[in-house]
């Protein structure tokens, strides 16, 4: 009886080691994967507000803040790596902040500048409809002005004229 | 209605010497380099595409063996990348960029085989394998343009004009010479 009990107990401890160690491995294993999800996470993010800000400019709009804005970013974002492969993590993962607030501020930003494109665009054409019939009209105005002008002009060139009898008739 | 045509689609990019100009690539024009010499580039990425671009130059270092990019099929090389850098870039913009590099570490092994172990690019550090040539000689830096492709949410290294593949890469080749372990 009594030789049972401390072969249970060290068992039991075989199984809490056991788990002990899974779970360290475990851990040690997500931690990487956490580590490239939240990359390919802040990857997707940047892409995302890379083209929203795209987009203002496919609208015909200018966004040199939010480009120098996602640029500072990208840059912050370079630093974090070389940070992070020089083993300074916390310096990486204090950059990599950085730069997740500026990616959201881009984004958060983009779709008014996006609004105020379309908006502009949408000026910029209706200026340009309504330019053309005030020009057609201002051009056929100058254009009859000029054609009276010269007929009145050859009308009193008519009236002007003398007629001379030859002195020998 | 006569349309204008449609603005040439590419991307250009080209390497300048220590002088801001293309000559003076190597340290007195020199180019087998030794350990701890720092040799000064400047890296020039210019967009004319009609949109707004986001780049990013990949940079290998390859031996003469190793695949370059196909500008055929439009592959870039298999190996991976030491270093990137990203930039957006409005349509007709130039990016310019310091690429720094120092070898820190180059052992001739066996067979004169001479490996790079450690080297730093704008005083980021990279140690391994990186590369390795017969006496050093035929070591490249490649530098491959990638842009991010909307259509396919994810970088691409060429696109289509006219039914065929454009993509930009460029490379320097540079000899090391190393500080022999035998």
């Known amino acids: 009886m009594n030789r049972t009990k401390p072969k249970k107990f060290s068992v039991l401890n075989v199984e809490t080691l056991i788990i002990a160690l899974s779970v360290i491995t475990l851990t040690s294993m997500a931690a990487p994967l956490a580590n490239s999800q939240e990359t390919n996470t802040l990857d997707s993010l940047t892409f995302q ?40 993590v916390t310096q990486a993962t204090a950059l990599e902040s950085e730069a997740r607030s500026l990616i959201s501020d881009v984004l958060a930003r983009a779709p008014s500048a996006a609004h105020q494109a379309s908006v502009e665009s949408s000026n910029k054409i209706i200026y340009t409809v309504a330019t053309i019939p005030i020009i057609v009209a201002i051009s056929t105005i100058c254009f009859y002005a000029v054609l009276r002008s010269w007929s009145r002009y050859e009308r009193a060139k008519l009236f002007e004229l003398r007629i001379v009898e030859k002195e020998n008739a | ?58 940079v290998k270092l390859l031996n003469s063996t190793m695949a370059s990019p196909n500008e055929t099929t439009g592959t870039p090389s298999p190996s991976s990348s030491l270093i990137e850098f990203t930039h957006v870039l409005i349509s007709n913009q130039t990016w310019s960029f310091p690429f720094n590099w120092v070898m820190t570490n180059v052992i001739t092994e066996a067979r004169n085989i001479t490996a790079v ?17 017969k006496l050093g000689v035929n070591f490249r830096f490649v530098f491959e343009l990638w842009f991010y ?28 010479l190393a500080v022999s372990t035998a």
Not at chain 1, 60 to 83: F, M, W
Not at chain 2, 37 to 51: D, F, G, Q, R
Not at chain 2, 117 to 133: P, R, Y
């Open chain 1, 49 to 88: 507000a890379f083209s929203q800000v795209a987009n203002v400019y496919a609208l015909g709009g200018q966004a040199p803040a939010l480009v120098d804005e996602l640029n500072k970013a990208l840059s912050l974002l370079q630093e974090s790596r070389v940070s992070q492969s020089s083993g300074n």
């Open chain 2, 1 to 58: 209605m006569l349309n204008a045509p449609p603005p040439e689609r590419f991307f250009a990019m080209w390497i300048l010497g220590s002088n801001g100009l293309a000559e003076h690539y190597y340290p007195n024009d020199n180019p087998n380099i030794t350990v701890n010499e720092p040799v000064n580039w400047t890296l020039n990425v210019y967009n004319h595409m009609p949109s707004l671009e986001y780049v990013v130059v990949r």
């Open chain 2, 149 to 176: 492709d909307q259509n396919v949410d994810q970088l691409s290294f060429a696109w289509n004009v006219a039914n065929t593949r454009e993509s930009v890469w460029t490379q320097l080749w540079f000899n090391a």
């Open chain 2, 117 to 133: 172990n450690e080297l730093s690019i704008n005083q980021a550090s990279f140690k391994g394998d990186l590369a390795e040539t």
